[in-house]
């Protein structure tokens, strides 16, 4: 069986006669104890004997208690040092000014053994609880450093021209802290790119705070954007400081910033203005230095002219504007996102699925990615249900929609004598939204020969609407 270390004391006394008598009284209730005549010498021994507390006279010639004191707190390894100073004098003056260089307790002799010890196990219990502290705060750097590596760009795949010109926007904006909207399709990895961004910036090593504006309820989201006092509303027992103020420093991720009710819109773009919040029911504004990040998947223009989104906050979070493009965009990507994925479930599971066949990568490149990214990475992980899996193939694919979807689409977007899609209005060829409508697109540009100020009168958009959604479904570039 393993002793118990014995906790080191180090007595610091020019009178040897006192270190001998706290060496004997410590040593029978469990302590090893060292001593030192001087400061000058307990200083010159502390690396060498790692005490776990000192004893410390105050009057010695030389050096004196004080000035050792303060040396010892001075010593990076020993800032967390106890130190208990003992003196024969009581005054107030001596015992504030041990406190204010750094001494941990205070002792006047003749001191009772019994009280002398209970502040040694005190003081004991304190540099314990310091170093679990030490350790977590260790272990968060830790984790947070393996966080950010996450988040480089070289961990977001795609070596298409498309990510290329993405990854040089992503860099330019973890070069300045102005606001940033991001957009693309659901599943193309908006939050993936916010944090990437946040993580290359200056603000790493802050706090990265996401929100999904649309999962929170229209009634509390102003308190848990920006607080609330106590009793400001029913159920407000308590104070809150909100996300924002946990953001302080760092940055806040608004994503589904389109689905955010407007009265709330107003007061984000007070926030952006002034770099204030003012918690519900607070009357005093608390200054705060965050950077927004927004994230959408609507058009934030239509929503603007449907009255639903505010003109001048979509230019205040517009500053810098990232645009991902669907998955079915970014074809060339595939095999690098097969293996990064194959990769990843390897390690997670425990496997060894050393790829992905021809049929396979074909099949894949053949399909339209609804979800995009979000969907692609489930239809890898499926894969490892199957037992002994070696190399995925065609078989092992789960893929809920083909390319025979978009050409279903073009024809069912007209429709027949009777109101129904050409076909018959079934499960199996009723076309999505996203679907039809750049069906729709696609036949407008076709009946204005391509002339685009015509298909947009033709569609009843404005044309800078119709350019964006012809980028979008990749038509006529």
């Not at 994230?295 to 906050?313: C, H, K, P, Q, Y």
């Not at 810098?320 to 990507?333: A, G, Q, W």
Request: net charge negative.
């Amino acid at each position: 069986m393993t002793e118990e270390k014995r906790p080191v004391v180090l007595a610091v006394d020019d009178e040897e006669d006192n270190t001998l008598l706290l060496k004997g009284r410590l040593y029978r209730r469990g302590y090893d104890v060292e001593t030192a005549a001087s400061g000058a010498e307990a200083l010159s021994r502390l690396a060498d004997l790692s005490p776990d507390i000192v004893l410390l006279d105050v009057m010695m010639p030389g050096m004196d208690g004080f000035e050792t004191c303060r040396r010892i707190k001075e010593m990076p390894r020993d800032e967390f040092l106890p130190v208990i100073l003992l003196t024969a004098r009581d005054d107030k003056e001596s015992k504030v000014k041990g406190l204010d260089i750094g001494a941990d307790d205070y002792v006047t002799k003749p001191f009772d053994i019994d009280e002398l010890e209970a502040r040694i196990r005190a003081m004991l219990r304190i540099r314990e609880l310091q170093g679990r502290l030490s350790q977590k705060e260790q272990e968060v750097k830790r984790l947070n450093t393996e966080l950010k590596g996450q988040y480089t760009f070289e961990n977001i795949v795609g070596a298409s021209a498309t990510m290329q010109e993405i990854f040089e926007k992503m860099q330019g904006a973890a070069r300045i802290t102005s606001p940033v909207i991001i957009t693309g399709e659901s599943g193309t990895g908006k939050e993936l790119v916010a944090r990437g961004i946040h993580y290359a910036s200056p603000r790493g090593d802050k706090p990265f705070i996401p929100v999904n504006c649309a999962a929170l309820p229209p009634d509390l989201i102003e308190s848990e954007l920006f607080g609330h006092k106590k009793g400001s509303f029913t159920g407000a027992v308590k104070e809150s400081g909100g996300l924002f103020k946990a953001a302080d420093g760092g940055t806040i991720f608004l994503d589904e910033i389109g689905e955010m009710p407007k009265d709330v819109q107003a007061k984000l773009l007070r926030v952006l203005q002034e770099g204030a919040v003012r918690p519900v029911g607070g009357s005093d504004e608390i200054k705060i230095d965050v950077r927004v990040i927004a994230a959408t998947n609507v058009d934030l223009e239509d929503a603007i002219e449907e009255g639903a989104f505010r003109e001048d906050l979509y230019y205040r979070i517009t500053v810098l504007s990232i645009e991902l493009p669907p998955l079915r965009n970014r074809k060339p990507d595939l095999p690098a996102l097969a293996t990064h994925f194959i990769k990843k479930f390897n390690a997670l599971f425990g496997a060894d699925v050393k790829g992905i066949d021809e049929a396979a990568m074909e099949a894949l490149k053949n399909y339209d990615w609804p979800g995009n990214i979000r969907e692609f990475q489930n239809v890898i992980e499926r894969c490892y249900a199957y037992a002994d899996l070696e190399w995925i193939g065609e078989k092992h694919l789960t893929l809920h929609r083909t390319r025979k979807r978009a050409e279903q689409a073009a024809a069912s977007a007209a429709p027949a004598a009777g109101g129904a899609p050409a076909g018959g209005d079934t499960e199996e060829n009723f076309p999505t939204l996203e679907e039809a409508e750049k069906a729709l697109v696609e036949r407008a540009m076709s009946l204005a020969d391509a002339n685009k100020v015509k298909a947009a009168k033709l569609l009843g958009i404005h044309r800078s609407r119709l350019y964006k959604k012809l980028e979008h479904y990749g038509i006529g570039l």
